[in-house]
């Protein structure tokens, strides 16, 4: 963190000391420069006049900095967010809070403003698997702090927007060829085309894209379990050869994944279409406490996959000087599909079977309709309320099979079947008013009603005041929700008890921010706290509660060691600040800037009182850059870290580990060169190196989740430490 200070404080000195001396021209290109943003009012503003703090990532940045998903963009760019990759679907955070294993459910991510968190789990990917292609984005912008106030469920820790490129800047023809070196490819095709349609300006966007990864190998355990107690012999963690009553070794077959998608956005007149379809298949190298039914180790046929197809279609009609209406309709399908092979007596008890194949299956569909309004009551932006009605259908459902490995044959009736429609309806109104020039409020609310919940209320007011040339003062003040998902509500299995009343998470938030720009350069520093209750988490039962469920015929006690229930389980506060910095230099030729954000979490049981600082989560984090791109055709040059802090592992409370396990500070690096290849028109090429300085994440791996005597210390995931990226994308008719 010393090093991100250092280079940060360095930056500001140059920084301030060149501002002095630029010209006119130089202050006129940043302010046409200075970053507007779409997501956090459902307009366009600059982000001094947003009612949050947020951070705007461009396709310039993705390029010059090696990026290639989202969550690296999150960890290297983005001020604030931050994400932690367990070699499966990354965790996703902010502001010293991150929730492992929830699938992205606590931040709401859009594309081109459609929301992707479906309702099944809420889940949506922060990494590969958005399967968005990067040379099609425009920018992300990246919204910290509740904003359900306009968009509903989800999105409590912030919101994400992915916002693609219009044919303008994305004309022609593109063809790109990727690999990390001895891991993976990737091979991209699109196109981009303005036109006229029935008299009207026509545009369309397109790309597909497909992506595979394999490997590298890591090397796990050994962790020693010795006999199945279900039938004296070694466990089995094979479903070829004798058991061997241990679990670990090199996993070469177990760590891979495979995206293709294609995203496109058709544009005439007022009505936009979007476009989006997917399939995101991808193998975890290890087990652990979320995936502990399936046991095999380095089995390649136990994996996950979603499939993704949306569209989105919206027009924008404009009535009259001061209203504007754009209704939008969206379709969204959602499959997930886990298989898991289990070779364990103990795993798979049915006479004549030596491997059991347990499959997970679950499906969501929802259709909605958004009816929004905008009254731009003076004619001249300085007033406006935006006024708007969501109504959804859903459609979530589930099973578990378990088959017969060698005969294919269905051994037990499906397990944790769900089948649920329902309705949701949600309306909102928010106006933004801008008096003059020193003062700005926004200020709105939003109430969704379902059958499953109570209505919820998600109001938020935002003061900004510019006391002084350059400043900007924010206080905010918001909260946001999240509905249980069908899962947790509806789930109910052997060892799962059905859930019982309840009730949407809710999170409290006030911030405060003073910004100040001079020249080219942007500081920025705020102070933050927030509020979480009802948090929602799979409670393992106690012996007392066991017997009353047992006793009460809810279950067969019998059946397991372990019973569980989704709960209304804990609340988490949290406070602490955020820094940034950025500017250029150089007529822009020289770009750099630094985040840094500190802040304490603590999450308390909420029948016990019991707390803890939040797993995962780093304390401290942030990220410091640097670009530099030479005169003409020559390349440029970036340089890019993050740093994150030491962290609890996910078991570290509850695992009774000796000594408590803790994932070591990380810090990460990414030199990248870019520029046109020389004599062939339009092919550009770019390379990039990845070093990890530190070797392990806050992830406990194998069967062993809770120390014994055989095992007292944790093992946890390792960290691809090194990767060498080269890539070509041609430009044809641009």
Not at 145 to 163: D, E, K
Not at 297 to 307: S, T
Not at 544 to 566: H, V
Request: proline residues 5%; aromatic residues 10%; charged residues 20%.
């Amino acid at each position: 963190m010393a090093t991100i200070a250092t280079i940060a404080m360095s930056m500001v000195t140059i920084g301030f000391t060149s501002s002095v001396r630029a010209d006119d021209t130089e202050d006129i290109r940043e302010l046409l420069d200075e970053p507007v943003v779409t997501t956090a009012s459902k307009s366009a503003e600059r982000s001094t006049d947003a009612p949050a703090t947020s951070s705007i990532v461009s396709a310039d940045d993705l390029r010059r900095f090696g990026i290639h998903s989202i969550d690296e963009a999150i960890d290297f760019l983005s001020l604030g967010a931050v994400t932690s990759n367990p070699l499966k679907s990354v965790d996703i955070g902010a502001r010293g809070v991150m929730i492992s294993g929830d699938q992205g459910a606590h931040f709401l991510l859009l594309v081109d403003g459609h929301a992707v968190n479906e309702p099944l789990y809420g889940a949506a990917r922060f990494d590969r698997g958005a399967a968005i292609p990067l040379e099609l984005v425009d920018h992300l912008e990246v919204i910290l702090g509740p904003g359900s106030v306009l968009y509903g469920s989800n999105a409590m820790l912030g919101v994400i927007n992915v916002v693609t490129k219009r044919a303008k800047d994305f004309g022609g023809a593109r063809f790109v060829a990727e690999t990390e070196v001895g891991k993976s490819y990737r091979l991209a095709g699109g196109f981009g085309q303005r036109f006229e349609l029935f008299g009207a300006p026509a545009e369309v966007t397109v790309m597909i894209e497909g992506y595979h990864q394999k490997g590298p190998t890591f090397t796990f355990g050994p962790q020693v379990l010795g006999l199945d107690i279900a039938n004296g012999q070694p466990v089995r963690f094979s479903k070829d050869g004798p058991g061997s009553g241990v679990w670990g070794g090199d996993a070469d077959q177990s760590y891979y994944a495979t995206i293709p998608s294609l995203q496109a956005r058709f544009i005439v007149g007022g009505l936009e279409v979007s476009l989006h379809l997917s399939s995101y298949k991808r193998a975890t190298p290890y087990f652990d406490s979320t995936t502990r039914y399936e046991a095999n180790f380095n089995e390649p046929l136990q994996y996950e996959i979603d499939r993704n197809a949306w569209i989105d279609v919206k027009y924008r009609a404009i009535l009259s000087p001061v209203v504007t209406v754009t209704p939008r309709l969206y379709v969204d399908l959602f499959d997930y599909r886990r298989t898991g092979i289990d070779s364990r007596a103990g795993g798979c008890l049915h006479p004549g079977t030596i491997t059991c194949d347990n499959e997970h299956r679950g499906v969501s569909r929802f259709v909605g309709l958004d009816l929004q309004s905008s009254f731009d009551w003076l004619r001249d932006s300085s007033l406006v309320s935006l006024l708007g009605v969501d109504l959804r259908t859903i459609y979530g459902g589930h099973k578990i099979d378990q088959r017969d490995y060698d005969t294919g044959k269905y051994l037990v009736s499906s397990d944790d079947v769900i089948s649920r429609h329902e309705q949701t309806l949600g309306a909102y109104l928010q106006t933004v008013w801008r008096p003059s020039k020193l003062f700005d409020l926004n200020a709105g609310a939003r109430l969704d009603a379902g059958l499953a919940y109570s209505p919820v209320a998600s109001p938020r007011a935002a003061i900004g005041l510019h006391p002084w040339t350059g400043s900007t003062l924010k206080l905010i003040y918001a909260e946001a929700f999240r509905a249980p998902s069908i899962y947790e509500r509806d789930t109910s299995a052997t060892t799962v008890l059905p859930a019982e009343h309840l009730e949407p998470e809710r999170v409290r938030s006030i911030e405060a921010s003073l910004e100040q720009k001079v020249g080219a350069q942007r500081l920025l520093f705020g102070v933050f706290r927030s509020v979480w209750k009802n948090l929602i988490e799979q409670h393992v039962l106690t012996r007392e509660e066991i017997q009353a469920a047992a006793a009460a015929g809810k279950i067969d006690a019998l059946r397991a060691l372990y019973f569980s229930q989704y709960r209304n389980v804990s609340s988490i506060e949290n406070f602490g600040f955020d820094a940034a910095f950025e500017g250029s230099l150089v007529e822009g030729k020289l770009r750099f800037g630094a985040n840094a954000t500190s802040a304490v979490a603590q999450r308390s049981i909420t029948s016990t009182g019991e707390a803890h600082s939040l797993t995962v989560a780093p304390e401290i984090f942030g990220n410091a850059r640097i670009a530099y791109t030479l005169p003409g055709k020559l390349p440029a040059f970036g340089l890019a870290a993050y740093y994150l802090g030491r962290r609890p592992a996910n078991r570290a409370w509850d695992g009774a580990f000796t000594p408590t396990p803790y994932a070591p500070p990380l810090v990460e690096l990414r030199a990248t060169v870019s520029g046109d290849v020389p004599g062939i028109t339009g092919l550009m090429y770019r390379v990039s190196f990845n070093w990890a300085l530190a070797s392990q994440t806050p992830y406990v791996v194998g069967p062993y989740q809770h120390a014994d005597a055989t095992h007292p210390t944790a093992e946890l995931a390792p960290i691809d430490r090194f990767r060498a990226t080269v890539g070509l994308e041609w430009r044809v008719g641009e």
